[in-house]
């Protein structure tokens, strides 16, 4: 795989926020999730394409329109390389998908990739200094561990309150 430069993190998080928002807008239309997760993975799904955009204009402003640094295979690799780190069989947040049947295992699955991505985005903050483009991101993302964690606590406690 090509090196990672600071250019290459933020195509590489431009990746990771377009399949991420694949991943939810699929788990949005899932009818085994109950319907305050399915709204979540709904807003989730619509941030990570505002994500995608805010990515896609940081790299325009920092380094013009000139042509990525990936050629198209190289973007597919790197492509197929975050797929394979967040969303992949061996380990990622979403690993084993099929096993998603409850809303608790798709919000742990979410609070996984969305601290993964956070601290992801903080390393990209010591890589290229502070901007605001990507203080914006940090601060989407943080909002969205709350929101999961949120969600994933009032999923706990209807449980609870349900079983006893």
């Known amino acids: 795989m090509d090196e990672m430069t600071p250019r290459t993190a933020v195509e590489f998080a431009v990746s990771v926020e377009e399949m991420g928002g694949r991943?939810?807008?699929?788990?949005?239309k899932n009818p085994e999730l109950d319907g305050e997760s399915r709204a979540l993975f709904a807003r989730l799904s619509a941030d990570e394409q505002v994500h995608q955009q805010q990515f896609s204009a940081l790299l325009s402003a920092v380094y013009g329109r000139s042509k990525p640094t990936l050629n198209e295979e190289s973007m597919a690799f790197r492509r197929a390389d975050a797929l394979n780190e967040f969303f992949g069989a061996k380990g990622g947040p979403f690993a084993r998908r099929d096993d998603i049947h409850t809303s608790r295992d798709a919000l742990c699955k979410a609070l996984e990739l969305e601290?993964?991505?956070?601290a992801y985005y903080q390393a990209?903050?010591?890589?290229l200094g502070n901007s605001d483009a990507i203080e914006t991101l940090i601060g989407a993302e943080a909002r969205h561990v709350e929101?999961?964690?949120r969600t994933l606590d009032a999923a706990a406690n209807r449980q609870v309150a349900t079983s006893a």
């Open 115 to 118: 601290r993964m991505t956070l």
């Open 147 to 149: 929101e999961v964690t």
């Open 124 to 127: 990209l903050r010591e890589a």
């Open 23 to 28: 991943l939810y807008a699929h788990l949005a």
